[in-house]
């Protein structure tokens, strides 16, 4: 195995999500590929440029959604990443739903919503990331096996390098593939 080396920028794989946040009480949708979990507790972080739109909406709001798109939903997910609610309105692209708090718009179209509450926040680079308390989620009811969101169902989008790909097949189990590893190596 030869080893060649390359830019140290980071490639991916990134989630492909659409955050939703009001902006002078109007929907707003921005593609990130800057978001994660930090542990098994219930945050999330985003990060946004300090230039967005929607970055405006998170200050005011204290609050943002996290929208898990379909691959069907590549077109409108991209589109979402290249032009700004500064100068177009994105509020019509999707049907946009509320939890009884309010707080931040959620896309009905998308099989999973995580609504969050900014609880910390740390300027870096010219973005801002945004730890948020996820208080509601919802998951599309076409979606679920026995009672849990499928993933590929959900079929979300994966980005790397230049390209969005779709989650493709099960290859392992989670637990289980390291468990069988363990019964193979001497203690
Ligand atoms: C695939 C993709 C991933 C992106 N990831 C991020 C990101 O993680 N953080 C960010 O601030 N902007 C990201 N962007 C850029 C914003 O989506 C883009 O600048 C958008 O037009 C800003 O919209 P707004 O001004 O309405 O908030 C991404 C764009 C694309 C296409």
């Given at each position: ?19 939703g ?21 219930n945050?999330l ?18 609050y943002f959604s996290v929208n ?29 739903f509320y939890d009884d708090l309010g707080k931040a718009p959620m896309i009905?179209?998308?099989?999973m919503n995580l609504l969050c509450k ?14 948020g308390e996820i208080v509601a989620v919802y998951g ?48």
């Amino acid at each position: 195995m030869k080893k060649v080396k390359l830019p140290n920028r980071p490639f991916g794989p990134f989630p492909t999500m659409l955050v939703g946040v009001d902006v002078n009480g109007k929907p707003n949708y921005v593609t990130i590929g800057a978001c994660g979990v930090v542990s098994l507790e219930n945050v999330l972080y985003i990060s946004l440029k300090n230039t967005h739109h929607s970055t405006l909406g998170v200050k005011e709001n204290g609050y943002f959604s996290v929208n898990i798109p379909s691959a069907d939903m590549v077109q409108k997910t991209d589109y979402c990443g290249v032009v700004s609610g500064k100068t177009v309105d994105k509020s019509m692209l999707f049907t946009s739903f509320y939890d009884d708090l309010g707080k931040a718009p959620m896309i009905k179209e998308c099989p999973m919503n995580l609504l969050c509450k900014v609880i910390n926040s740390v300027p870096m680079f010219g973005f801002e990331m945004f730890f948020g308390e996820i208080v509601a989620v919802y998951g599309n009811e076409e979606c679920l096996s026995a009672g849990k969101l499928d993933p590929l169902k959900v079929n979300p989008m994966i980005m790397m390098g230049s390209s969005y790909f779709s989650l493709g097949q099960v290859v392992g189990q989670v637990f289980k593939e390291g468990v069988e590893f363990k019964k193979t190596q001497n203690e």
